[in-house]
């Protein structure tokens, strides 16, 4: 009879056995229903009622083998602590007219704690406060940021903003300098232009006159000769 029962411990962990074993038969289980449980090798003849939750405080729900864990309603806090769960609340107590609620310096409560917590300790988990914990909230940390990287980055920004700056100041001047030199040499050239054409209207002059003096010297001595026949 032990041996036997013994061999059924896995099964009877989530059946019931509403018929127990004889001299002949080993027990008989059949499973639980959709809101009961067992949790444990039993000797049962039915299985556990889940435990009702209010609407919206269900932690976990109720399986064949565990119970429903449930959290307590806003304003309650929880007076015993079962399997994860809260099997039973007590409501907070209201300050009377004249008094307010106490509070440890460095801790913080959101509602949902029956008690109040202590701010998380930044510089213990290796980090830096990031946020500072206040009353209803906790201290948010974060990653250190390296001293010297910063300086490093700090100074390559520097460096590189400096070496923009100094381009565009050589751009700059290098454009006026071309502007400048460009003016010049279009200055030159237009010079060089008005000197070949005065130039060339002088030496144009200087032809024209040369030839009439030839002509009006031929013509001269032309009369001359004639004058001289007539003679």
Not at 18 to 39: L, M, N, R
Not at 55 to 64: D, L, S
Request: proline share 4%; aromatic share 6%.
């Amino acid at each position: 009879m032990y041996q036997s029962w013994r061999s059924n411990t896995l099964l009877i962990l989530t059946f019931s056995h509403p018929e127990d074993c004889t001299e002949f038969t080993t027990t008989t289980c059949v499973p639980c229903s959709g809101s009961s449980y067992t949790s444990q090798p039993n000797n049962l003849l039915s299985c556990l009622p889940c435990l009702p939750c209010d609407h919206g405080k269900v932690k976990t729900v109720c399986t064949r083998q565990s119970d429903a864990v449930c959290e307590p309603l806003e304003g309650f806090y929880c007076t015993d602590h079962r399997s994860g769960g809260c099997i039973q609340a007590t409501e907070h107590s209201k300050c009377s007219p004249g008094e307010y609620i106490q509070q440890t310096e460095g801790t913080f409560s959101n509602g949902s704690l029956h008690t109040c917590q202590t701010h998380s300790q930044c510089e213990d988990q290796g980090l830096i406060v990031i946020k500072p914990g206040s009353n209803s909230s906790d201290a948010e940390c974060g990653n250190k940021s390296s001293p010297a990287l910063i300086s490093g980055v700090t100074a390559g920004l520097i460096v590189v903003a400096a070496a923009a700056a100094v381009a565009a100041v050589i751009i700059f001047f290098r454009r006026i300098y071309k502007n400048i030199k460009k003016n010049s040499s279009r200055s030159l050239r237009e010079r060089e232009r008005e000197r070949e054409s005065s130039r060339s209207c002088c030496f144009s002059i200087s032809s024209r006159s040369l030839r009439e003096r030839e002509r009006e010297y031929s013509r001269s001595r032309s009369t001359y000769f004639s004058n001289q026949r007539v003679k």
